[in-house]
């Protein structure tokens, strides 16, 4: 992209701020250039986050009728699916589909508790009381 082409459409998704982007002077060098966003950026990250919290809303309901556990959830809460997820808690997939069995949540231990707490970014506390909550249920 050229220097004179760089976007400059004000996106909201930016927040007011600016990304730097890399685009080529007259002479045919690089440079980094600031950007205020692209509308067809702006679109495809309205849509992402549209997606992310539809399955959100369906996980929530999957949850509140005791086909879920909480963790789907609360992973898209967190905009992460289950590649991001396993990536940040160093868990592999398929541990993480069988935590999000409600069987399976009823028993995680503390310490696995505490690596999904920090890879959430939720309390310790409250993933117990869901448990205690699913427990209580059962």
Known sequence: MKLDDVPQDKSSSYG???????ATTSEGRYTG??????????FATTLAVEALEQQAQEAYNQWQQGLLSPLPYLMY???LDETGLSQISGFWRWRLRRHFKPAHYRGLSSAI????????????AQLKAYQSQANQQE
């Open 113 to 124: 508790l505490r690596r999904y707490s920090d890879a959430l970014g939720v309390p310790l």
């Open 16 to 22: 007011g701020h600016k990304k730097l982007l890399y």
């Open 77 to 79: 809460q967190a905009r």
């Open 33 to 42: 250039t600031k950007s205020s966003g692209w509308d067809t950026e702006a």
